[in-house]
């Protein structure tokens, strides 16, 4: 079976590895810049909803707060704790691999929604992390003209080598055959949206029915942004609501009358 360097380096070699040298944290230092002003930016959220629209992935916008919120939730409920779970099962520290994500780019690991993040960094963080199912971010990407097609190239450039984060990437990627079956899916997505993802396996969790529910929620765009809307309006509302750590459960399915 074939190994790749993030199970084989020492770890301060992979940390040196995602970390990189002084050009790229120069490059990590001026997305973090750019990240903070789209903060900033009040119109960014509602321009790429509305392109998310055209795209036919969404009728109603929430609203920033919701969205914040909603985002939070997807880390609780599904991607924190089924990383704990993939990791576990791999003999693989979730807190140290959670610290090369950050040396190697850490802009994605501060906005979960991916609606304040650039082209690159939301293509950059498809390829870094071994996916639980990339959808979400495939049709995020739909945000941006070029989103796909540059993901696909950057793919491939991964698996041929001469993609310039190749080194820090592999330092992070514990399958070597992920960037494959991603580049197979993005092709297959470019020509059918209902094409089938990859799911990562090895998830024990996926046998409790709140996980599995919710797993399905958060797992596409549409999902995710049907689950922001039914969250409560208000700021102090929605702190409150988070506050109580209530269980998982999925927005009520509208009827017609």
């Given amino acids: 079976m074939e190994m790749t360097a993030r199970l084989t380096e020492r770890p301060l070699v992979l940390a040196a590895r995602a970390l990189g040298d002084r050009r790229a944290i120069a490059g990590k230092l001026r997305r973090i810049a750019s990240t903070a002003a789209l903060y900033a ?21 929430p609203t920033r707060w919701q969205l914040w919120f909603g985002g939070l939730d997807m880390v ?61 971010d495939l049709q995020l990407l739909e945000c941006f003209g070029d989103g796909l097609a540059e993901l696909e190239r950057q793919t491939r450039a991964m698996i041929d080598g001469t993609h310039p984060r190749a080194r820090s990437i592999a330092a992070i990627v514990e399958d070597p055959d992920y960037h494959a079956r991603l580049l197979d ?10 094409a089938l993802p990859p799911v990562r396996q090895e998830q024990t969790l996926r046998a409790d029915p709140a996980f599995a529910a919710a797993e399905r929620q958060f797992a596409t765009l549409p999902g995710f942004l049907a689950y922001s809307m039914q969250l409560p309006s208000s700021p102090l509302a929605l702190i409150y609501r988070f506050a109580q750590r209530p269980p998982f459960s999925p927005p009520p399915v509208a009827t017609s009358t």
Avoid at 185 to 194: G, K, L, P, S, W
């Fill in 41 to 61: 930016r009040p119109r960014e959220i509602p321009e790429r909803l509305e392109r998310l629209r055209a795209a036919g992935y969404v009728e109603h916008a």
């Fill in 185 to 194: 899916y993005v092709v297959r997505f470019r020509a059918d949206r209902e």
């Fill in 76 to 136: 609780r409920y599904v991607i924190a704790p089924a990383a704990r779970d993939y990791y576990q099962h791999k003999g693989i520290s979730f807190g140290f691999h959670t610290l090369l994500r950050v040396l190697d780019d850490p802009v994605s690991m501060i906005d979960p929604t991916g609606l304040l993040s650039e082209r690159d960094t939301i293509v950059g963080h498809v390829m870094q992390v071994v996916h639980l199912n990339p959808s979400y």
